[in-house]
């Protein structure tokens, strides 16, 4: 599985992005997809998460700002971001969870994000 994320760059205080992350090759079985983030000198923690039944989660710094979406049909998923702040800057990773047998969790390259004051 390859995941390719996109949409990140810089942008104010309160202003919004979408990211997306297309999922290619051997896409079968994947449950969940979702979005993590990792700022300089922090661990990487979890944004946001979507199984193919459309269950979501939020990280609660996010809630209410954030939106995960997925196109099954496309094997992408999208987080629009809104009412961003300084702190929401970070390397933002796709990430897949594929379940056969067991669960083997993959990870885009990441793009950046950065909110600027």
């Known amino acids: 599985v390859q995941l390719q994320a996109s949409g990140g760059g810089l942008v104010q205080a309160g202003g919004s992005l979408r990211l997306s992350c297309a999922a290619s090759?051997?896409?079968?079985?994947?449950?969940?997809m979702g979005w993590y983030r990792q700022a300089p000198g922090k661990q990487r923690e979890l944004v946001a998460t979507?199984?193919?039944?459309?269950?979501?989660n939020y990280a609660d710094s996010v809630k209410g700002r954030f939106s995960i979406s997925r196109d099954n049909a496309k094997n992408t998923v999208y987080l629009q971001m809104n009412s961003l702040k300084p702190e929401d800057t970070a390397v933002y990773l796709c990430?897949?969870?594929?379940?056969?047998?067991?669960?083997?969790?993959?990870w885009g390259k990441g793009t950046q994000v950065t909110v600027s004051s």
């Open positions: 990430n897949a969870v594929q379940v056969i047998v067991q669960a083997t969790y993959y």
């Open positions: 979507i199984t193919c039944g459309s269950l979501i």
């Open positions: 090759g051997s896409i079968s079985s994947i449950d969940v």
